[in-house]
């Protein structure tokens, strides 16, 4: 790049047109309900998810067409706006994940009344620029704004149905944990600013990479910057010990915004950590490192306490944080085992789940709708009540559960796989009996909505254009990837090197 | 073809599913479409069986194609002598189960026959995948339908059958998909054939292998001590469910053990051999005591499945051809002749709604044309000579008593065996000895009518195989003379080079 012109070139201009896109669509919906009379209101939504299909559109078309990003640039050449941010496959396919669930939430969200304003809209829109920008950042600042920016618009849906306490409270207590794990996230990522006095995460790996660039007196100090990274790291991506808000905020936030959260947040949680990890920017990628070790013992107790958890559960929206949990766990799997295919499989994983916990939410939000409770007896007998919603949380419950032949089941192969491959045939074994104790609850809901009878099975529950045409993406896109996998996963998988660029 | 075949079924589904938006859902149609299907599936298989050449002992009909490139996933279809029968019993038993609902399922019909069409599907492609990736998302996929057939339609306690047998299937899924992928990396292909030809690399953890298959496959079989979920699952199944779950879903398990275990690790098998056989007989005794003491006609069906799979475990770990030959056979006529109980106990309970053995007595004279063919049915569960039964049990009586497999003595394994074949005796004499003979004192039995055409036709159906077997086995047999007969001498010669 060329310090001397003020003009950006064209590949930098390229690597961030999704999140000009974004901020465009955020005043035009801003704007747009201005204009609108209050009966029209529904307008809105459909603008917002009509805005980011055509900006997937976009993103995908530049790919498609252009082949931007460039698969094949040098890790030097993919670095933009001066290391701020690196434009590769990675970026790619967690924007596209993060423009088809809001796609999808802006559907499912216009049939909550509630949330039928600009400023929902806008907010959603903006936490997913936040994303994009997880996704993409390569310079610790770049990250922390990226984070914040996400962060502080979820913060403020979570708390959105001002009037109903359970969000209010929800929405605080988000925020008071939220905002104590950035704290110490900042901390720590400004100790390693102090360590190697750089903010790239790229050169910081290759700094730590030399021997003796770290004096022995304060490793213990990097490790503790490395914990404090980890914590604010596990915070977004509900990894146990650090996971003590998602049942509450899960439970008490507007259904969309769950939905919302549980996918596309976790998924760039899982982008950063992946990339800043993957990279060896808190010591080399390899299971001799101390925060291998760390993220391990992460992973195993938050498979297993998730899943064990969630079968208590007597709300439907607290046994899916809880189940979340535990997805968050079998994706950890994929980290931790430390190759290309893993980090391939565990985006393939967070895809695939982005469609199937969208599914189940919007199913949710369909139903407590009718009910007025997220409590699990209100999916007695649905399957007599609504067909097809009962159809479409069976298959996003069997994806869950990972029964062929849905996506669940491919995504938990590929990531078991994986873990088998680099060796830690354990790490997989325990995974397994995780995904048994998993099928347990799900299986539960699956008991209750076409085994149970209940006594307003004459009740229809009617299901509006929007949300039908929100459920029959998430399904054929569950159904899709649980047939042909094949080019997802190869896509996936050729990202998964991008996060390597030091190692082969 | 075979694609053809495993997937007609769905073209059902579809045609069922497509009646609402032309207005033309009726509960009548969609019987017909549904059994429709499932007679062209039997017909199909019947010209796959015409394709067939019983003189190749390989594998046949061959359908492959890449299907997940990066992991080198194929799809591969084929059939040889080890699951051709098979294939012919599950369409079979499908199509008269999906006949014989015709009157006993009232609500929700069409979701009843999409599952048991979906099930047939799953059950075909379990019996000709060649992929272990394929394999396995077929087997798990039948356990769907089946959850939803026991739990929708089922007894009073379904739902809690349904759960039972949910899980305990998956528990042993799950293991065997670790030791799948295990051999998917060692070897780089999932293709059967393939990982046999390269076993010697994954050689060494062989017997950790064959427990992640073989526990996955003991507990569909069931052996003995895994068999719990059977009489829970076989007793609050509706009658149909009933008769695939033993007429088919059984058999998966005991097809596994001869085309994944075997051949994959032949000195294993050897190794745990003794261990099945005598877990094999334990459940044959175990099962006949049971039988005894159950007052519920279908429970003591359900608990003879247990004695009964028990004979076909013996005879696969005999490892000689008799044995495997045997196994086979008596799979199919385990599939036939429990089929056909669990289909007359359907058709009395819909008459009587009630199983207990002392609600009934003397039905002989109210309905003599059924009992008749009941006790035809049981004296070839029994193992009557001349009816199908004898010819499975005394092959693999003969097989387990020359086996090599079975330690210097194994006489011992068929002397506990055969007395397995004398207690059936007993309790299946003494059922039918209660239920159809005696005083006819009960008013309400009084006013029994005989089976009507369509039941007949169902029944006849059924006797029509168990009589032709009994007498004229052979050409069964060789069906699948060379594929055994080339598994056999792969063990052996894999059982030779053992240190």
Redesign the interface.
């Known amino acids: 790049m060329n310090p001397q012109s003020l003009l950006p070139s064209v590949p930098e201009f390229l690597a961030i047109l999704p999140e000009i896109s974004l901020v465009i669509l955020i005043v035009a919906v801003l704007a747009y309900d201005r204009i609108l009379k209050p009966a029209e209101r529904r307008r809105v939504g459909l603008l917002a998810a009509w805005g980011s299909i055509v900006i997937l559109l976009i993103t995908v078309g530049l790919w498609v067409l252009f082949r931007e990003p460039e698969p094949n640039r040098s890790l030097v050449e993919s670095l933009m706006w001066g290391g701020m941010i690196r434009n590769d496959l990675i970026t790619l396919i967690f924007r596209v994940m993060f423009l088809v669930a809001v796609a999808i939430v802006s559907l499912i969200s216009l049939d909550v009344p509630a949330l039928q304003r600009g400023e929902y809209f806008a907010l959603l829109l903006s936490a997913t620029i936040g994303f994009s920008l997880m996704a993409a950042g390569s310079d610790m600042i770049m990250l922390f704004l990226a984070i914040e920016t996400a962060s502080i618009s979820l913060y403020i849906l979570t708390g959105f149905l001002t009037d109903d306490r359970r969000s209010t409270e929800a929405g605080i207590k988000y925020f008071v944990y939220g905002a104590f794990a950035s704290a110490i996230m900042l901390y720590g990522l400004s100790l390693v600013y102090g360590i190697t006095a750089q903010t790239n995460i790229y050169v910081i790996a290759s700094l730590v990479a030399q021997s003796g660039a770290i004096p022995p007196e304060i490793n213990g100090l990097f490790l503790l910057a490395t914990v404090m990274i980890v914590a604010g790291f596990g915070f977004k991506i509900s990894a146990v010990p650090f996971h003590f808000w998602t049942p509450d905020a899960y439970e008490g936030a507007p259904a969309p915004v769950t939905a919302f959260v549980s996918t596309a947040s976790k998924a760039a949680g899982f982008a950063v950590t992946i990339r800043v990890f993957a990279a060896g920017a808190l010591g080399a990628p390899n299971f001799d490192s101390e925060w291998w070790a760390m993220l391990v013992a992460i992973t195993i107790v938050t498979m297993t306490l998730g899943n064990i958890l969630a079968i208590f559960q007597s709300n439907i929206k607290r046994m899916l944080a809880y189940s979340s949990i535990a997805q968050a766990g079998y994706t950890l799997i994929g980290l931790v085992a430390l190759t290309p295919d893993g980090s391939g499989a565990a985006m393939f994983y967070l895809l695939m789940y982005v469609f199937t916990n969208v599914a189940a939410f919007g199913v949710v939000v369909l139903v407590s709708r009718e009910t007025g409770s997220d409590d699990m007896q209100d999916f007695y007998g649905l399957s007599r009540r609504a067909p097809y919603l009962a159809l479409a949380m069976l298959f996003a419950l069997l994806s869950l559960g990972g029964i062929p032949p849905t996506a669940g089941f491919i995504g938990k192969f590929f990531i078991f796989k994986a873990a088998v491959d680099a060796g830690l045939w354990w790490l997989a074994l325990i995974g397994v009996l995780n995904a048994f104790i998993g099928l347990y609850y799900y299986l539960s809901v699956v008991k209750y909505m076409y085994l149970y009878r209940s006594d307003d099975e004459e009740e229809r529950i009617p299901v509006s254009r929007a949300a039908s045409v929100a459920l029959a993406l998430s399904v054929l896109g569950i159904i899709y990837l649980g047939i042909a996998a094949g080019p997802a996963f190869e896509w996936t998988r050729q990202a998964g090197a991008a996060f390597f660029p030091f190692s082969g | 073809m075979l694609t053809f075949m495993t997937f007609f079924p769905l073209i059902g589904v579809a045609l069922i599913l497509l009646l609402k938006p032309f207005n033309r859902e009726s509960d009548e149609l969609i019987k017909r479409i549904a059994t429709g299907t499932s007679i062209v599936t039997f017909i199909l298989s019947l010209v796959v069986l015409g394709m067939y050449n019983r003189a190749d002992p390989g594998l046949q009909l061959v359908g492959r194609a890449v299907?997940?490139?990066?992991?080198n996933i194929q799809y591969y279809m084929a059939v040889d002598g080890l699951s051709i029968l098979m294939v012919l019993l599950t369409t079979l038993i499908s199509m008269l189960a999906t006949a014989g609902s015709w009157t006993g399922i009232e609500h929700q019909v069409k979701q009843y026959f999409v599952f048991m069409l979906l099930l047939e599907a799953g059950m075909l492609g379990v019996f000709l995948a060649q992929d272990l990736?394929l394999f396995?998302?077929f087997w798990?996929?039948t356990?769907?339908p089946m959850?939803?057939l026991i739990?929708?339609w089922g007894g009073a306690r379904?739902?809690y059958a349904?759960?039972k047998f949910?899980?305990y299937t998956?528990?042993g899924s799950?293991?065997m998909?670790?030791a799948i992928?295990?051999m998917?990396?060692s070897n780089d292909t999932f293709a059967v054939p393939e990982l046999v030809a390269g076993r010697s690399a994954f050689a060494a953890a062989q017997n950790w292998l064959f427990l992640g298959f073989a526990i996955a496959f003991a507990i569909k079989v069931p052996l003995f001590p895994f068999h719990s979920w059977l009489p829970d699952a076989h007793t609050e199944a509706p009658t149909a469910g009933s008769i695939i779950l033993a007429g088919v879903l059984l058999k998966m398990g005991t097809y596994g053990f001869m085309r994944f275990n075997l051949p994959l690790f032949p000195e294993a098998s050897v190794t745990f051999a003794p261990t099945i056989a005598v877990l094999a007989i334990i459940g044959i005794i175990y099962g006949a005591i049971v039988s005894f003491a159950q007052t519920d006609v279908k429970r003591l069906v359900a608990y003879s499945s247990v004695s009964h799979l028990g004979f076909v475990m013996l005879g696969i770990f005999s490892l000689n051809n008799l044995g495997l030959q045997g196994a086979i056979l008596q799979g199919v006529n385990h599939g036939l002749s429990t089929g056909a109980l669990f289909y007359l106990v359907g058709v009395i309970y819909e008459k009587r709604h009630t199983r207990e053995m002392s609600d009934f007595g003397g039905i002989w004279r109210a309905m003599p044309i059924f009992s008749a063919l009941t006790l035809i049915i049981t004296l070839s569960s029994m193992g009557l000579p001349g009816l199908n039964g004898f010819v499975g049990e005394f092959t693999i009586l003969m097989g387990s008593m020359g086996s090599e497999a079975l330690g210097p003595y194994p006489w011992i394994y068929t002397a506990f065996a055969t007395s397995g074949v004398i207690l059936a005796a007993i309790y299946l004499l003494w059922m039918f000895q209660r239920v159809f003979m005696g005083p006819l004192d009960n008013p309400e039995n009084q006013a029994l009518r005989d089976v009507n055409w369509g039941q007949l036709a169902i029944i006849l159906s059924f006797l029509v195989f168990i009589v032709w077997i009994g007498i004229a086995p052979s050409g069964y047999f060789a069906l699948m003379d060379e594929t055994v007969a080339a598994l056999v001498r792969s063990i052996g010669s894999a059982v030779v080079a053992m240190p």
């Not at chain 2, 299907?67 to 992991?71: E, G, K």
């Open positions: 299907w997940i490139d990066v992991l990736f396995y998302i798990e996929f356990l769907v959850y939803f739990g929708i379904r739902v349904s759960i949910f899980l998956m528990a799950l293991l998909l670790l992928l295990y998917g990396l």
